[in-house]
């Protein structure tokens, strides 16, 4: 049974920085585009980064220069490097594994706040 289990989400002011993992407990974790997403209140799901297999990645526009999302296969883990917080970047961040438009897996989410 495919797991992703997401933590390193809390409470941190703005400016400050946090780092997300996600561990994946999936076959052939190096095949399958990694991504984080976001939710927050009121809100509807909305993607933050992506990692391909080939290691390109994506972004939204929101967090371009102050988020970086990394993959280490050895380990089946995919992080997201967060500086700059904002107030705004407030929301639950979901781990996501996709492939082939066939697999498409979800972690259950880490709170993350940000608040002076």
């Known amino acids: 049974q495919v797991q992703l289990v997401e933590s390193g989400g809390g409470l941190v002011q703005p400016g400050g920085s946090l780092r997300l993992s996600c561990a994946a407990s999936?076959?052939?974790?190096?095949?399958?585009?990694m991504g984080w997403y976001r939710q927050a209140p009121g809100k509807q799901r909305e993607l933050v980064a992506s990692?391909?297999?080939?290691?390109?990645?994506n972004y939204a526009d929101s967090v371009k220069g102050r988020f970086t999302i990394s993959r280490d296969n050895a380990k089946n883990t995919v992080y997201l490097q967060m500086n700059s917080l904002k107030p705004e970047d407030t929301a639950v961040y979901y781990c996501?594994?996709?492939?082939?438009?066939?697999?498409?897996?979800w972690g259950q989410g880490t709170q993350v706040t940000v608040s002076s």
């Open positions: 996501n594994a996709r492939w082939d438009n066939t697999y498409n897996y």
């Open positions: 999936i076959s052939i974790f190096s095949i399958y585009t």
């Open positions: 990692i391909r297999s080939d290691t390109r990645t």
